[in-house]
Protein backbone atom coordinates (compact mmCIF):
# COMPACT_ATOMS: atom_id res chain seq x y z
CA UNK A 1 0.00 0.00 0.00
CA UNK A 2 1.64 3.22 -1.39
CA UNK A 3 1.13 7.01 -0.10
CA UNK A 4 -0.30 8.40 -3.45
CA UNK A 5 -1.65 11.86 -2.13
CA UNK A 6 -1.83 14.07 0.62
CA UNK A 7 -4.29 16.91 0.68
CA UNK A 8 -4.17 19.97 3.63
CA UNK A 9 -7.32 21.41 4.99
CA UNK A 10 -7.04 24.65 6.51
CA UNK A 11 -10.77 25.17 7.80
CA UNK A 12 -11.94 27.07 10.59
CA UNK A 13 -14.52 25.29 12.98
CA UNK A 14 -15.80 26.87 15.88
CA UNK A 15 -13.81 29.86 16.94
CA UNK A 16 -10.14 28.53 15.73
CA UNK A 17 -8.76 27.42 12.86
CA UNK A 18 -7.89 23.34 12.55
CA UNK A 19 -5.64 22.35 10.13
CA UNK A 20 -6.76 18.91 8.71
CA UNK A 21 -4.19 16.81 6.58
CA UNK A 22 -5.73 13.97 4.64
CA UNK A 23 -3.39 10.96 3.39
CA UNK A 24 -4.47 8.50 0.23
CA UNK A 25 -3.25 5.51 -0.39
CA UNK A 26 -2.78 3.63 -4.03
CA UNK A 27 -5.59 1.02 -2.16
CA UNK A 28 -8.30 3.45 -1.52
CA UNK A 29 -7.65 3.52 2.06
CA UNK A 30 -7.11 6.76 3.23
CA UNK A 31 -6.05 8.22 6.69
CA UNK A 32 -7.00 11.65 8.91
CA UNK A 33 -4.15 13.62 10.70
CA UNK A 34 -4.10 17.36 12.35
CA UNK A 35 -1.31 19.55 13.22
CA UNK A 36 -0.73 21.36 16.52
CA UNK A 37 0.46 24.80 15.10
CA UNK A 38 -2.25 27.21 15.76
CA UNK A 39 -2.02 30.35 14.24
CA UNK A 40 0.68 29.47 11.96
CA UNK A 41 -1.31 26.91 10.02
CA UNK A 42 0.36 28.16 6.33
CA UNK A 43 3.65 27.66 7.40
CA UNK A 44 2.82 23.79 8.17
CA UNK A 45 1.17 23.48 4.47
CA UNK A 46 4.22 24.90 2.86
CA UNK A 47 5.92 21.88 4.81
CA UNK A 48 3.66 19.48 3.84
CA UNK A 49 3.99 20.77 0.16
CA UNK A 50 7.81 20.09 0.46
CA UNK A 51 7.21 16.62 2.14
CA UNK A 52 4.68 15.31 -0.29
CA UNK A 53 6.85 16.07 -3.44
CA UNK A 54 8.82 12.49 -2.43
CA UNK A 55 6.14 10.91 0.20
CA UNK A 56 3.92 10.01 -2.91
CA UNK A 57 4.97 6.28 -3.81
CA UNK A 58 6.33 5.66 0.06
CA UNK A 59 4.86 2.19 1.29
CA UNK A 60 2.40 4.25 3.93
CA UNK A 61 2.78 0.92 6.55
CA UNK A 62 6.28 2.07 7.53
CA UNK A 63 5.93 4.46 9.84
CA UNK A 64 8.79 4.36 11.70
CA UNK A 65 10.95 4.65 9.18
CA UNK A 66 9.10 7.20 6.97
CA UNK A 67 9.41 9.49 10.51
CA UNK A 68 13.45 9.04 10.46
CA UNK A 69 13.10 10.46 6.84
CA UNK A 70 10.74 13.10 7.47
CA UNK A 71 13.16 14.10 10.41
CA UNK A 72 16.28 13.42 8.76
CA UNK A 73 16.38 14.04 5.46
CA UNK A 74 17.26 17.66 5.61
CA UNK A 75 19.88 19.53 6.98
CA UNK A 76 17.97 22.12 8.52
CA UNK A 77 16.38 19.55 10.57
CA UNK A 78 13.62 19.89 13.70
CA UNK A 79 11.71 22.83 14.92
CA UNK A 80 8.16 23.29 15.33
CA UNK A 81 6.76 23.85 11.92
CA UNK A 82 8.60 20.81 10.65
CA UNK A 83 7.58 18.40 13.47
CA UNK A 84 3.78 19.47 13.19
CA UNK A 85 3.50 18.76 9.98
CA UNK A 86 5.38 15.12 11.03
CA UNK A 87 2.73 15.23 13.56
CA UNK A 88 -0.08 15.59 11.27
CA UNK A 89 1.30 12.98 8.47
CA UNK A 90 2.29 10.49 11.48
CA UNK A 91 -1.07 10.48 12.64
CA UNK A 92 -2.66 9.97 9.58
CA UNK A 93 -0.53 6.98 8.91
CA UNK A 94 -1.44 5.01 12.27
CA UNK A 95 -5.33 5.74 10.77
CA UNK A 96 -4.59 4.11 7.61
CA UNK A 97 -2.22 1.28 9.11
CA UNK A 98 -5.52 0.69 12.18
CA UNK A 99 -8.13 0.60 9.08
CA UNK A 100 -6.46 -0.90 6.67
CA UNK A 101 -5.47 -3.88 9.69
CA UNK A 102 -8.81 -3.81 10.92
CA UNK A 103 -7.59 -2.25 14.53
CA UNK A 104 -8.03 0.77 16.67
CA UNK A 105 -5.07 2.69 16.21
CA UNK A 106 -4.30 1.64 20.44
CA UNK A 107 -3.50 -2.21 19.07
CA UNK A 108 -0.64 -0.56 16.95
CA UNK A 109 0.83 1.41 19.84
CA UNK A 110 1.35 -1.89 22.21
CA UNK A 111 -2.90 -2.51 23.26
CA UNK A 112 -5.22 -1.15 25.49
CA UNK A 113 -4.35 -0.75 29.07
CA UNK A 114 -6.96 1.24 30.51
CA UNK A 115 -11.03 1.08 30.17
CA UNK A 116 -11.41 4.72 29.53
CA UNK A 117 -9.56 8.12 29.70
CA UNK A 118 -9.80 10.37 32.47
CA UNK A 119 -10.14 13.86 31.89
CA UNK A 120 -9.43 16.94 33.03
CA UNK A 121 -11.81 20.29 32.09
CA UNK A 122 -11.27 23.83 32.34
CA UNK A 123 -13.29 26.67 34.27
CA UNK A 124 -13.97 29.89 31.61
CA UNK A 125 -14.95 32.17 34.21
CA UNK A 126 -12.24 34.66 35.41
CA UNK A 127 -11.64 34.70 39.49
CA UNK A 128 -14.40 35.54 41.12
CA UNK A 129 -17.49 34.16 42.43
CA UNK A 130 -18.41 32.56 38.83
CA UNK A 131 -15.39 30.35 38.96
CA UNK A 132 -16.03 28.58 42.27
CA UNK A 133 -19.78 28.33 40.47
CA UNK A 134 -18.36 26.78 37.70
CA UNK A 135 -15.91 24.54 39.34
CA UNK A 136 -18.50 23.25 41.70
CA UNK A 137 -20.83 22.56 38.67
CA UNK A 138 -17.51 20.27 37.06
CA UNK A 139 -17.28 18.44 40.15
CA UNK A 140 -20.91 17.80 40.67
CA UNK A 141 -21.16 16.04 37.52
CA UNK A 142 -17.93 14.08 37.52
CA UNK A 143 -14.69 15.63 37.23
CA UNK A 144 -12.39 14.85 39.84
CA UNK A 145 -9.70 17.00 38.02
CA UNK A 146 -10.31 20.60 36.79
CA UNK A 147 -8.09 23.52 35.59
CA UNK A 148 -8.72 27.47 36.51
CA UNK A 149 -7.93 30.35 34.34
CA UNK A 150 -5.78 33.20 35.78
CA UNK A 151 -7.13 36.91 35.39
CA UNK A 152 -7.37 38.02 31.77
CA UNK A 153 -5.99 41.33 29.90
CA UNK A 154 -8.15 44.81 31.41
CA UNK A 155 -8.31 45.59 27.42
CA UNK A 156 -7.65 43.69 24.55
CA UNK A 157 -4.10 43.88 24.16
CA UNK A 158 -3.40 44.91 27.71
CA UNK A 159 -1.31 42.73 30.23
CA UNK A 160 0.24 43.69 33.36
CA UNK A 161 0.74 40.59 35.24
CA UNK A 162 1.67 41.62 38.56
CA UNK A 163 -1.51 43.30 38.57
CA UNK A 164 -3.75 40.42 38.75
CA UNK A 165 -1.22 37.85 40.77
CA UNK A 166 -3.00 38.42 43.81
CA UNK A 167 -6.90 38.82 42.70
CA UNK A 168 -6.35 35.13 41.09
CA UNK A 169 -4.19 33.73 44.16
CA UNK A 170 -7.62 34.92 46.04
CA UNK A 171 -9.76 33.42 44.47
CA UNK A 172 -7.63 29.97 43.87
CA UNK A 173 -7.76 29.81 47.46
CA UNK A 174 -11.33 30.09 48.08
CA UNK A 175 -11.85 27.73 45.31
CA UNK A 176 -10.08 25.44 46.86
CA UNK A 177 -11.63 25.97 50.28
CA UNK A 178 -15.48 25.47 48.61
CA UNK A 179 -14.28 22.43 47.03
CA UNK A 180 -12.22 20.36 49.60
CA UNK A 181 -8.75 19.25 49.33
CA UNK A 182 -9.22 15.86 47.24
CA UNK A 183 -10.21 17.38 44.13
CA UNK A 184 -7.24 18.01 41.60
CA UNK A 185 -6.65 21.77 41.27
CA UNK A 186 -4.35 23.54 38.79
CA UNK A 187 -3.93 26.59 36.67
CA UNK A 188 -2.82 27.65 33.65
CA UNK A 189 -0.20 30.62 32.82
CA UNK A 190 -0.04 30.00 29.51
CA UNK A 191 3.89 31.32 30.12
CA UNK A 192 2.73 34.47 30.45
CA UNK A 193 5.03 35.01 33.80
CA UNK A 194 8.66 35.96 34.77
CA UNK A 195 10.55 33.50 37.51
CA UNK A 196 9.87 36.51 39.94
CA UNK A 197 6.25 36.61 39.42
CA UNK A 198 5.41 32.81 39.38
CA UNK A 199 7.50 32.28 42.81
CA UNK A 200 5.37 35.71 43.98
CA UNK A 201 1.72 33.85 42.78
CA UNK A 202 2.40 30.51 43.95
CA UNK A 203 3.53 32.30 47.36
CA UNK A 204 0.74 34.21 48.29
CA UNK A 205 -1.65 30.98 48.50
CA UNK A 206 -1.80 28.28 51.28
CA UNK A 207 0.12 24.79 50.73
CA UNK A 208 -1.96 22.44 48.93
CA UNK A 209 -3.95 25.28 47.20
CA UNK A 210 -3.02 24.11 43.57
CA UNK A 211 -1.88 20.63 42.78
CA UNK A 212 0.03 21.49 39.62
CA UNK A 213 0.65 24.78 37.69
CA UNK A 214 0.33 24.58 34.43
CA UNK A 215 3.80 26.39 32.29
CA UNK A 216 4.05 29.44 34.78
CA UNK A 217 7.10 30.57 32.06
CA UNK A 218 8.42 29.72 28.91
CA UNK A 219 10.20 26.96 28.01
CA UNK A 220 13.34 28.07 26.39
CA UNK A 221 15.35 27.49 29.33
CA UNK A 222 14.89 24.60 31.66
CA UNK A 223 17.37 26.05 33.84
CA UNK A 224 14.82 29.01 34.63
CA UNK A 225 12.30 26.49 35.52
CA UNK A 226 14.93 24.97 38.07
CA UNK A 227 15.51 28.16 39.79
CA UNK A 228 11.68 28.62 40.00
CA UNK A 229 11.39 25.32 41.66
CA UNK A 230 13.54 26.42 44.43
CA UNK A 231 11.02 29.61 45.35
CA UNK A 232 7.71 27.38 44.92
CA UNK A 233 6.94 23.45 45.89
CA UNK A 234 3.68 22.94 43.22
CA UNK A 235 4.06 20.46 40.39
CA UNK A 236 5.04 21.58 37.09
CA UNK A 237 2.52 20.56 33.91
CA UNK A 238 5.40 21.52 30.61
CA UNK A 239 5.38 20.23 27.51
CA UNK A 240 2.32 21.36 25.28
CA UNK A 241 4.77 23.45 22.30
CA UNK A 242 7.51 21.11 22.60
CA UNK A 243 8.72 19.41 18.72
CA UNK A 244 10.55 16.59 19.23
CA UNK A 245 11.66 13.97 22.52
CA UNK A 246 15.09 16.68 22.47
CA UNK A 247 12.32 19.39 23.78
CA UNK A 248 11.23 17.24 26.76
CA UNK A 249 14.77 15.54 27.10
CA UNK A 250 16.31 18.39 29.22
CA UNK A 251 12.72 18.40 31.55
CA UNK A 252 12.73 14.67 32.01
CA UNK A 253 16.50 14.40 32.08
CA UNK A 254 16.69 17.23 35.38
CA UNK A 255 13.08 15.90 36.55
CA UNK A 256 11.73 19.24 36.21
CA UNK A 257 8.32 18.31 34.65
CA UNK A 258 5.51 16.15 37.07
CA UNK A 259 2.78 16.03 34.39
CA UNK A 260 3.82 16.27 30.33
CA UNK A 261 1.69 18.24 28.45
CA UNK A 262 2.54 16.16 25.16
CA UNK A 263 0.57 17.22 22.41
CA UNK A 264 0.47 14.52 19.85
CA UNK A 265 -0.15 17.19 17.08
CA UNK A 266 3.28 19.31 17.51
CA UNK A 267 5.43 16.53 19.32
CA UNK A 268 5.94 14.82 16.22
CA UNK A 269 2.50 12.44 16.37
CA UNK A 270 2.22 9.37 17.90
CA UNK A 271 5.59 8.03 16.83
CA UNK A 272 7.67 9.78 18.87
CA UNK A 273 4.53 10.62 21.94
CA UNK A 274 5.14 6.91 22.51
CA UNK A 275 9.22 7.20 22.76
CA UNK A 276 8.58 10.62 25.42
CA UNK A 277 6.12 8.58 27.48
CA UNK A 278 8.56 5.55 27.91
CA UNK A 279 11.13 8.38 28.75
CA UNK A 280 8.77 9.87 31.24
CA UNK A 281 7.67 6.65 32.55
CA UNK A 282 11.78 5.79 33.78
CA UNK A 283 11.22 9.18 36.09
CA UNK A 284 7.75 8.34 37.05
CA UNK A 285 6.06 11.06 35.03
CA UNK A 286 2.71 11.27 34.21
CA UNK A 287 1.22 11.95 30.41
CA UNK A 288 -1.36 14.56 30.79
CA UNK A 289 -2.18 15.40 27.02
CA UNK A 290 -2.70 18.84 25.39
CA UNK A 291 -5.79 19.19 23.36
CA UNK A 292 -7.08 21.64 22.97
CA UNK A 293 -7.56 21.60 18.79
CA UNK A 294 -10.50 19.28 17.08
CA UNK A 295 -11.72 15.74 17.27
CA UNK A 296 -9.10 14.14 15.54
CA UNK A 297 -6.26 15.51 18.01
CA UNK A 298 -8.88 14.06 20.71
CA UNK A 299 -9.17 10.77 19.04
CA UNK A 300 -5.06 10.62 18.42
CA UNK A 301 -4.38 11.28 22.03
CA UNK A 302 -6.98 8.97 22.84
CA UNK A 303 -5.60 5.77 21.53
CA UNK A 304 -2.18 7.30 22.91
CA UNK A 305 -3.60 7.27 26.49
CA UNK A 306 -5.62 3.97 25.93
CA UNK A 307 -2.22 2.46 25.37
CA UNK A 308 0.32 3.69 28.06
CA UNK A 309 0.76 3.34 31.46
CA UNK A 310 2.19 6.58 32.97
CA UNK A 311 -0.84 8.70 32.66
CA UNK A 312 -2.93 10.98 34.40
CA UNK A 313 -5.62 12.88 32.68
CA UNK A 314 -6.48 13.79 29.37
CA UNK A 315 -7.39 18.01 28.41
CA UNK A 316 -11.00 17.86 26.85
CA UNK A 317 -12.51 21.49 25.64
CA UNK A 318 -15.97 19.75 25.60
CA UNK A 319 -16.84 20.31 29.73
CA UNK A 320 -20.14 22.21 29.52
CA UNK A 321 -18.41 25.65 30.24
CA UNK A 322 -15.88 24.79 26.88
CA UNK A 323 -18.77 24.17 24.20
CA UNK A 324 -19.23 27.16 23.18
CA UNK A 325 -15.32 26.95 21.72
CA UNK A 326 -17.36 24.52 18.84
CA UNK A 327 -14.21 22.94 17.89
CA UNK A 328 -16.03 19.57 17.68
CA UNK A 329 -18.50 20.35 14.62
CA UNK A 330 -21.27 17.58 14.30
CA UNK A 331 -21.76 18.05 11.14
CA UNK A 332 -18.28 17.91 9.70
CA UNK A 333 -17.53 14.84 12.08
CA UNK A 334 -19.83 11.93 11.83
CA UNK A 335 -18.06 9.88 14.28
CA UNK A 336 -15.69 11.09 17.08
CA UNK A 337 -15.16 11.04 19.98
CA UNK A 338 -17.41 12.05 22.74
CA UNK A 339 -17.53 12.53 26.70
CA UNK A 340 -19.86 10.05 28.99
CA UNK A 341 -19.63 12.32 32.08
CA UNK A 342 -16.25 13.00 32.89
CA UNK A 343 -14.44 10.84 30.79
CA UNK A 344 -13.76 9.50 27.46
CA UNK A 345 -14.82 5.57 26.53
CA UNK A 346 -12.07 3.86 24.51
CA UNK A 347 -12.72 4.00 20.27
CA UNK A 348 -13.08 0.27 19.12
CA UNK A 349 -13.72 1.23 15.78
CA UNK A 350 -10.31 0.75 13.55
CA UNK A 351 -8.13 3.69 12.81
CA UNK A 352 -8.66 6.71 14.56
CA UNK A 353 -12.53 5.92 14.71
CA UNK A 354 -12.90 9.23 12.81
CA UNK A 355 -15.55 9.93 9.94
CA UNK A 356 -15.63 13.27 8.40
CA UNK A 357 -18.00 14.69 6.29
CA UNK A 358 -15.77 15.76 3.36
CA UNK A 359 -18.01 17.56 1.19
CA UNK A 360 -18.62 19.61 3.85
CA UNK A 361 -15.17 20.24 5.05
CA UNK A 362 -14.52 21.68 1.70
CA UNK A 363 -16.54 24.64 1.97
CA UNK A 364 -15.46 25.22 5.37
CA UNK A 365 -13.40 28.35 5.32
CA UNK A 366 -9.77 29.60 6.46
CA UNK A 367 -9.81 32.95 8.46
CA UNK A 368 -6.38 34.52 8.83
CA UNK A 369 -6.09 35.18 12.95
CA UNK A 370 -3.23 36.93 14.59
CA UNK A 371 -2.82 35.97 18.05
CA UNK A 372 -3.10 39.27 20.45
CA UNK A 373 0.18 41.23 20.49
CA UNK A 374 0.25 42.17 24.34
CA UNK A 375 1.60 45.00 25.66
CA UNK A 376 2.40 46.14 29.43
CA UNK A 377 1.51 49.29 30.47
CA UNK A 378 4.35 51.37 29.56
CA UNK A 379 4.11 49.95 25.92
CA UNK A 380 6.28 47.50 25.71
CA UNK A 381 5.91 44.12 24.42
CA UNK A 382 4.78 41.07 26.67
CA UNK A 383 3.69 37.38 26.40
CA UNK A 384 0.97 36.34 24.67
MG1 LIG B 1 -1.47 25.20 28.43
Known amino acids: MKISKIITYPVKIGIRNQLLVKVETDE ?51 GRVLLAAISAIDIALHDIKGKALKVPVYELLGGMQRNFIPTFATTSAPPGPEMIEQATHLMKVGWKAMRLSPSGHQTKDLYEPREHLSE ?23 HRLTVAE ?132 SEIFLDQPKLKGSVLPVETKPGLGITIDETLLKRQKFEFWEAPHLRRRDGSITNW
Open 168 to 190: TAKWCTKTREELGSEVVLGIDYH
Open 28 to 78: GVYGWGESGLSGREKAVIGAIEHFSEWLVGKPAFQIGSLWQELYRSQYFEG
Open 198 to 329: AASFCQKMPRGTLDFIEEPIRDECPSAYQSLRKLIDIPFAIGEEFASKWQFQPYIENDILQFARIDVCNVGGLTEAMKVAGWCESHYVDMMPHNPLGPICTAASLHFAAAVSNFAWLETRASDFEKHLGFED
